[in-house]
């Protein structure tokens, strides 16, 4: 019989604490509702102050890579010389990936293609879109670049900023590479995507050209000094595989892949970014949740402070 009533008790306990909770609530219903209310709306006004952006794609695949041929017993002599005659190599994703992630190769770029000025909003001012085609937001409080940074500062920010640009992915499954490239300014992120496809080619081309004129080098020094028949057999493989492996690469228009789809310009509506109503609904639930937490840690510091007059 008593414990049916502590249970009682306890229920009714409860009850009472859901009632108080929701008096409190309603007791402070038009705080809650000002704060959702101005947290909403500054968060409509941001989302209005950010432009669109586009991503430009391109997705290639890799080429075949040649496997060589048989070495016998050159690797240790190559060895002994410091070239590498292993057929083994980077792959296409590892190698554009590598190249992406080096300061100085992108150093090079920024400087070449003056993309420290390219990717300022004074340049891309007048290609950018807004919600609504509206752009008042945005021109009102958009800040003014500071023009006391020195040029080692403004090449480090452009770095920076070209990483978060510029990404590399790749498919495991099929082996397809995708080059993108994201800003607010969809005929920039087009022409940006065709600089670094052709530039990230370029540099390996031509670090894989350096190789090979090394190797060809040394294989035509060897030749003339062997008499063995079988070794300068061997030797005038090699040179004819690497050759071979020079006019194919010199022949391709991007070196160690081929395009699949061609670099484009997003249509306007394309916009990958800002997700503008999911970014003003996850506003509205958190301003609702902070406002009701923040009424009832008033009223509990009311009560403290009733609990401790009395």
């Keep these: 019989m008593q414990d049916t009533n502590s249970n009682y008790n306890c229920v009714e306990e ?37 432009p669109n952006s586009y991503k430009s794609s391109v997705v290639l695949v890799p080429q075949e890579q040649s496997k060589g041929v ?16 292993g057929g083994s190599s980077m792959d296409a994703y590892s190698s ?39 752009r008042g937001i945005y021109d009102l409080f958009k800040s003014k670049a500071k023009k006391d940074k020195s040029k080692d500062e403004i090449i480090y920010d452009t770095i920076k900023k070209l990483k978060k640009i510029v990404s590399l992915s790749d498919d495991k499954k099929s082996g397809a590479i995708t080059l993108s490239v994201e800003l607010p300014d969809r005929f920039l992120a087009q022409k940006l995507l065709k600089i ?14 350096q190789d090979i004129n090394k190797k060809l080098k040394y294989y035509k020094n060897e030749l003339s000094n062997i008499s063995d028949i079988e070794l300068k057999t061997q030797i005038s493989q090699l040179i ?47 301003s609702i949740i902070l406002s009701i937490f923040g009424v009832f840690f008033l009223e509990f510091l009311r009560n403290e402070e009733k609990e401790t007059k009395d």
Excluded at 108 to 133: Q, S
């Design 240 to 286: 004819s595989s690497l050759i071979q492996k020079k006019v194919l690469s010199s022949a391709s228009e991007y070196y160690n892949v081929r395009l699949m789809t061609k670099p484009y310009v997003p249509f306007i509506k394309d916009k990958s970014k800002p997700k503008r109503a999911l970014i003003v609904i996850v506003a509205f639930i958190t």
């Design 70 to 85: 048989n070495l016998g017993g050159l690797s240790a002599l190559a060895g002994m010389a410091g070239i590498n005659l």
């Design 196 to 209: 670094y496809l052709n530039e990230t080619t370029t540099y390996l081309r031509k670090l894989d050209m």
């Design 96 to 134: 554009m990936n590598t190249i992406l992630n080096n300061d100085a190769f992108e150093e090079m770029i920024i400087k070449k293609y003056n993309l420290d000025k390219k990717l300022t909003p004074k340049y891309m001012n007048k290609n950018l879109v807004f919600a609504l085609g509206y």
């Design 14 to 50: 409860d009850e009472i604490d859901l009632r108080e909770l929701f008096a409190t609530i309603w007791n402070h219903k038009f705080k809650i509702i000002i704060f959702t209310f101005i947290m909403t709306s500054l968060t409509i006004i941001y989302t209005l102050y950010l």
